[in-house]
């Protein structure tokens, strides 16, 4: 069972060992929320147009990281990324104008999500199709080990001192990036001189030839729209659900503590429900996974108590782990070589969209309607991807990836 994970290119366990350390350390956005609500005074709304920015920040960081990692380098993007917000986090803490909170968040988020598509770059150059399952649910596994450690900690020390959770948090950031300028070298394929490929390369240079392409291909395209309503669906679970809980009594240590019970449970279960899902179909799990995932958002509705919500946490969390090895798989394999960052940027700008859009909203939802109109929302929204995915199940099957654009 593990055997497929250690024969694994050394930069990426390199790359999972410092996703690690810097998820251990990611403190900011758990607790984004209760600190812009507990610690500076600001209302719901406030709450969750911070949670907005972050999202608008996470789309200029997708593009424009996954645009930068085909032309300069995946390595150069990573490091960048990691200095930059580790930097911008060092002065977060003592920031308590509500404008310059919102311009310091959508800063933020763009430097740390362009870390995103050029990490996933780097491991689509270095693993081949058919392996690339094991290797981004590695990754996966190493960000929810180091998940439930940073939530559990976090909400301990937002308790006493919510300052310092900016500090660690650009600390851990700081020492990925200085793992990577060590042991990590740069992937980015290189072009042949014959005058033919030097033609595909310079197209490949030219955002609109990029974005041409990705237009025309119609499967992307769908499996970037069921995406996105997954992740509007997600970002529920930090954005809204951490106000929901604490209307129902559940204070934010208990919050951080069930909110671990998604970590733990990918830590237990990825590594080997991933490899037993390796030889089945793929569009089917897929399609599978996003039903589920809206059934343990949808019964968030009826929970009133902390046994309660773990049961809601869990159900979603089985359907979070049966997607998570493949999303990153399928649309690398989508993608050709020369346009692979900024296929995986767009993908990756999905989530940031959903960020942007659904934090907002879902507070909006959850201010005006209530918590049964929210959760009964999402799980509409994930039935509506599992019926997208299902619509291009044809192109969703493990293929070698194609060099020609």
């Not at 403190?27 to 709304?45: N, W």
């Not at 005058?195 to 041409?212: C, L, M, V, Y």
């Not at 809601?312 to 359907?319: E, K």
Request: aromatic fraction near 12%; charge should be positive.
């Amino acid at each position: 069972m593990l055997e497929p994970y250690k024969q694994l290119p050394r930069a990426v366990h390199i790359l999972c060992l410092g996703t690690f350390i810097n998820r251990a350390g990611t403190l900011l956005l758990p607790f984004l929320a209760l600190y812009l609500t507990s610690e500076r005074g600001f209302g719901i709304e406030f709450a969750s147009l911070g949670m907005g920015a972050i999202g608008l920040g996470s789309i200029i960081g997708a593009l424009v990281g996954g645009h930068l990692a085909d032309r300069f380098g995946r390595r150069l993007v990573m490091l960048i990324s990691l200095f930059g917000s580790a930097t911008v986090l060092m002065f977060f803490g003592q920031l308590t104008s509500p404008y310059a909170i919102i311009v310091t968040l959508v800063l933020f988020s763009s430097l740390g999500d362009m870390y995103r598509p050029a990490a996933s770059a780097m491991i689509g150059d270095l693993v081949p199709s058919e392996n690339r399952s094991y290797a981004f649910g590695l990754m996966y596994f190493a960000i929810n080990l180091g998940f439930p450690i940073g939530t559990v900690f976090g909400g301990m020390l937002a308790a006493t001192w919510f300052q310092g959770l900016f500090w660690i948090d650009a600390i851990t950031a700081a020492i990925y990036a200085v793992i990577i300028l060590i042991f990590i070298r740069e992937t980015l394929p290189k072009r042949h001189e014959n005058n033919t490929h030097q033609e595909e390369t310079s197209s490949a240079k030219k955002n609109p030839a990029a974005f041409g392409h990705m237009i025309r291909n119609v499967p992307f395209i769908i499996f970037c729209l069921g995406s996105l309503l997954l992740g509007l669906t997600y970002v529920q679970s930090f954005s809204s659900l951490p106000i929901f809980m604490d209307s129902k009594g559940i204070d934010v240590g208990l919050y951080g503590k069930l909110v671990a019970i998604n970590g733990v449970m990918i830590v237990v279960i990825q590594i080997p429900l991933t490899a037993w899902m390796k030889h089945r179909n793929r569009a089917l799990f897929v399609c599978l996974a996003a039903a589920i995932t809206g059934v343990g958002f949808g019964v968030t509705a009826f929970c009133g108590s902390a046994l309660y919500f773990a049961i809601s946490i869990m159900i979603w969390t089985l359907g979070e782990i049966m997607i998570a090895p493949f999303g990153y798989s399928i649309v690398t394999d989508m993608a050709p070589e020369a346009y692979r960052g900024r296929y995986l940027g767009v993908y990756t700008m999905c989530f940031a969209g959903a960020n942007m859009l659904g934090a907002p909203l879902g507070g909006m939802v959850l201010a005006a309607k209530g918590g049964s109109t929210l959760w009964i929302t999402t799980m509409f929204l994930c039935l509506t991807a599992a019926i997208l995915f299902a619509t291009i199940h044809k192109h969703l099957k493990v293929k070698p990836n194609t060099e020609t654009v």
